[in-house]
């Protein structure tokens, strides 16, 4: 298309001011010694950088119990996924009792948890890790075991924190059409109130635009419906997620749901294409396989600490697409003047995919340094353009550092 071709380079010029405009202010602020952005973050401190983990919803849907979860906290540990930033082990729907007791409080389900919530926390936390928890912003959960939290936000805060838990994934199911704003920023304000940090997480799946609300509220809010284990499904919460970018940034992230990486249902180079997006886009990396048998091409996508350390910049602005088709180009700016691109092949046949420095907000006569992160090979002196062949749902991720 003519008219896109013209389009997207100055649009990036602009978003590209916007990104200059963006360090400088962070940098300033750095340089005072502040905490707070010109953004009304919410208030807790956490998710300076998008938040990585682990939860069991992706490969173990309601099945868990007290020893899996310490299992899983091992393999934490032994498996080095805890040195490069995992942090939250984190458990979903499920996990208490269907009905409150005489008090009103949610009761563990005692046979997937026998220890009690503060015999795990202490488990997990004795790891150095943390543990996150699931609720739900309506009057049950979506699997229909157990009961939400609309009405007893406070309650429900109150345990959470008396059990020790770091991380609340808040669902939006069977919520009596009360609006999202409301029940989310209660359960937000009863978080702040136990004085505990305790990381907010919004699972609102996007349907009232939570980017334009959800920033002072939660340190990161679903912008999609469920992931599924496939590319289709994988590729399509990428492209929602895109559109909010600009509404990203330390405190509160755009999350296009879960990884799949090592569940099976997308090939290797599939899954490189997952993490690589994720990556850019400041997405949360919250794995989604079982970490106590990750197979070798598994363990070396979501272990590359380069890949890690785009997600975890500090500059902490997401990556967009800049150049749409079969042939997508991905970029966005990281500290140091540095840019991180992926290259990636939608089509059903191999092919070249080629950003231009135009397309990646590169001055024309910009030379740079290109580090392949998936390789781990640096091209020297590169100009112009960057261009990969690459096979059907493949990507190649790379950062340039201008000379
Ligand atoms: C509690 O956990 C057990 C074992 O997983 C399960 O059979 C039972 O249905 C659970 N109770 C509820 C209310 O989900
Ligand atoms: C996985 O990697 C290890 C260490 O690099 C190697 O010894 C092992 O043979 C690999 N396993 C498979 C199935 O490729």
């Keep these: 298309m003519a008219l896109s071709r013209y389009l997207l380079p100055v649009v990036w010029v602009l978003l590209s001011a916007i990104f200059v405009a963006e360090a ?34 992706n490969h173990f849907p309601c099945k868990f119990d007290e020893e899996l979860i310490r299992q899983i906290a091992d393999a934490m540990v032994s498996t080095g996924l805890k040195a490069l930033g995992y942090e939250y082990i984190n458990l979903d729907d499920c996990w208490a009792e269907l009905d409150r007791d005489s008090k009103g409080n949610l009761v563990p389900n005692a046979t997937m948890f026998p220890s009690g919530m503060n015999a795990l926390t202490d488990y997990v936390h004795s790891k150095g890790l943390k543990l996150g928890i699931y609720g739900d912003a309506g009057t049950l959960t979506c699997a229909k075991t157990m009961p939400g939290s609309l009405g007893f936000e406070e309650q429900d805060a109150n345990a959470f924190a008396s059990w020790g838990i770091d991380y609340l994934k808040y669902d ?77 940034g330390p405190g509160g992230w755009n999350d296009p749901d879960m990884l799949e990486v090592g569940n099976g249902g997308m090939s290797m180079e599939e899954y490189r294409c997952h993490f690589s997006i994720w990556a850019l886009a400041k997405a949360p990396l919250i794995l989604g396989c079982d970490i106590r048998s990750m197979d070798n091409d598994t363990y070396s996508l979501v272990t590359n600490k380069e890949v890690i350390a785009v997600n975890q910049d500090k500059l902490g602005v997401q990556g967009k697409k800049v150049k749409n088709g079969d042939l997508e180009v991905w970029a966005g700016p990281l500290s140091g003047n540095r840019v991180a691109v992926v290259l990636i092949n939608r089509g059903t046949s191999k092919a070249t995919v080629t950003a231009q420095w135009s397309d990646i907000g590169l001055d024309s006569s910009a030379i740079v340094d290109a580090r392949d992160l998936w390789e781990h090979s640096t091209s020297a002196s590169v100009k112009n353009e960057l261009s990969a062949t690459l096979d059907s749902h493949a990507c190649k991720m790379y950062v340039l550092t201008p000379h």
């Design 24 to 57: 400088a202010n962070a940098d300033h602020i750095r340089k005072l010694g502040k905490t707070e952005t010109r953004r009304n973050l919410l208030d807790n401190g956490l998710g300076r950088t998008p938040q990585m983990g682990w939860n069991n919803f």
């Design 172 to 248: 939006n199911c069977h919520n009596n059409g009360v609006s999202p704003q409301e029940r989310y920023s209660k359960m937000s304000k009863a978080l702040l109130n136990t004085g505990r940090p305790i990381f907010f997480s919004l699972c609102e799946w996007g349907q009232e635009d939570p980017a334009t609300w959800a920033v002072g509220i939660g340190n990161s809010w679903r912008t999609t419906g469920d992931i599924h284990n496939n590319w289709a499904s994988m590729i399509s919460r990428a492209d929602m997620n895109d559109k909010w970018a600009s509404y990203a």
